[in-house]
């Protein structure tokens, strides 16, 4: 197409760049096919390589389902720890992630026993860490080895965990889930007991306002016979009988709110609704090794194009670099 230039002459662009372009491109390639090849065929080795020394991984699978309504005093209890608690069981789902990476819950993994052994002593024998043995070991499994998520839609919470035999995996997995268990367990009763315990405090000290305001109705009805005629004393006697009547209706309450809690304390009950059980995984975990082969090659591939381009300008830079220097 032809276009007019501030002088009034016509420039004529070439309606060929692009297949001049492609043609470059093809003579590129195949005076450098060797190169190219052979820069990508050791990339692909390379690639293969590292696929036969990669270990196997097995990724053992778990699922728990979020509280249920039966668990509403669960979440009523759990809502009280503020900011750690969410207020429906959603947020308490949303918690099993932190949860499952916590101290407190894989320093029980490490404790709890696995064939005759700790699973402490078991990853100690793959990992190898010579000095703060615990605080390396959970860095690893925080990092590495525990997955987790929650489905927003529904707030089922998956955990995953990665190892390199599948019974161990699902071993990990399920005593996880245990140890989550047992930090709930404890969080609730913690909950109940000192629920109680308050309880029982402001009722000891409601039973003694009670039978002082009893006992000082007693004395003063014992002390004034006939309050019919004095206004005073009805007035004094209408307070006192107030006072008790207040005690009272309080010590009412907290007595049955004592019943409550300590029931709520003796029915403690599994509080994760577990959906799935970790079983050891069949197939390998690994990404496909057709797919990384191809990576390292396609690596190879941009590596060879990159520097076969690069290197005449290199070179020129090198030879202006010498003559600059002579």
Known sequence: MDEQNRNGQYIVEDENDFGIIVSEWMRFFWINRFIIVTITAVFGIIGIVHVLIQPK????????????????????????????????????????????????????????????????????????????????????????????????????????????????????????????????????????TSQRVMIEKRLGEVTDSLKVSEDRLLQFRESNRTTVLSPKLQMHEGRLMR???????????????????????MQLKPVLNILDLASPPITKSNSSRKKIVFVFMLIGFGFAIGGLKLYPLIREYLVMAIKTYK
């Open 243 to 265: 006072e008790v009547q207040i005690n009272n209706t309080v010590y009412i309450e907290l007595n049955r709110q004592n019943e409550v809690s300590k029931i709520a304390e």
């Open 57 to 192: 991984q097995y990724t053992a699978t778990a699922t728990i389902l979020p509280p249920q309504a039966s668990d509403a005093k669960l979440t009523g209890l759990l809502s009280s720890l503020g900011g750690f608690a969410g207020e429906v069981s959603a947020s308490i789902s949303q918690l099993y992630p932190d949860v499952v990476k916590s101290r407190t819950v894989q320093q029980g993994l490490l404790d709890a026993d696995y064939k005759g052994k700790t699973f402490r002593s078991l990853l100690q024998m793959r990992f190898k860490f010579k000095d703060n043995i615990d605080d390396n070991l959970i860095k690893v499994l925080q990092n590495s080895i525990v997955k987790s998520s929650v489905t927003m839609r529904t707030y089922v919470f998956t955990l995953r965990v990665t190892y390199t035999d599948p019974e161990i995996a699902a071993a990990l997995a399920n005593e996880l889930l245990a140890q989550m268990e047992v930090f709930f367990k404890y969080q609730y009763k913690s909950i109940a």
